[in-house]
């Protein structure tokens, strides 16, 4: 069927490195794709997103990367920082489905002092 | 503050009981919508308003109804909780319709649990 999945529940990284958090769909026909931060006891908090024309587009220490050859989108995360910490999911907008988002699973991030 | 706030946060109740989940925003967003988020299957879409008195399902409606008769408001019903309705409850609201660069705001959560 179709999803939007993550390849990874975990990954735990150190503090000042740098994170990639990847997202695999299956659904070619889709407007844009979002990445959220969800911290523990929280709603979801939008980071950036990324339209189904680019290929990438940059944040105040994120970066989202579309390659829709493969089907997978990634978020990079600069630097890390303990605040980092949290759970992402990717979402996604598609054409075919009025205004509706269809979300990842969700990895933990994990950022070690 | 701008924010979207849900009541209540927690909620025990019983199987047919009826209960309303009660969302509003204070930023006239035209966009709201319901997500229901349980373990391994991340966060779902229930129901979402373009605009009042316009609603419409998302993936997973079943068992829920909502109502928009005010632009801020957007009440989840459920009419007879049933245990498989236990779940973590978010609203969210935009500006407009889902869109490239449009903020879906989240309220705080209601975290349910059905007997």
């Known amino acids: 069927g179709e999803s939007v999945g993550l390849h990874l529940p975990t990954l735990s990284v150190q503090e000042g490195d740098n994170s990639i958090i990847n997202c695999a769909y299956s659904n070619s026909a889709s407007d844009y794709f979002i990445w959220y931060k969800q911290e523990s006891g929280k709603g979801p908090q939008f980071i950036i997103d990324i339209r189904s024309n680019m290929d990438k587009r940059q944040g105040q220490r994120v970066t989202v990367l579309l390659n829709k050859t493969v089907k997978h989108l990634s978020l990079q995360i600069a630097a890390t920082q303990p605040g980092d910490s949290a759970v992402y999911f990717c979402?996604?907008?598609?054409?075919?489905?009025?205004?509706?988002?269809?979300f990842g699973e969700g990895t933990q991030l994990t950022v070690n002092p | 503050e701008a924010q979207v706030t849900q009541n209540p946060r927690y909620l025990i109740t019983v199987t047919g009981k009826k209960l309303t989940v009660t969302c509003s925003q204070n930023m006239n967003h035209e966009y709201m919508s319901w997500y229901r988020q349980d373990p391994g299957l991340g966060l779902r879409q229930i129901y979402y308003?373009?605009?009042?008195?316009?609603?419409d399902k998302g993936d997973v409606p079943e068992g829920y109804k909502v109502s928009r008769k005010e632009k801020r408001n957007f009440p989840l019903i459920l009419e007879s909780p049933s245990p498989n309705q236990t779940s973590l409850y978010f609203c969210a609201s935009s500006p407009r319709d889902l869109a490239f660069q449009e903020t879906q705001y989240f309220g705080p959560g209601t975290r349910l649990l059905v007997l």
């Open positions: 979402a996604e907008k598609r054409a075919t489905s009025g205004s509706r988002l269809t």
């Open positions: 308003s373009m605009n009042v008195e316009v609603t």
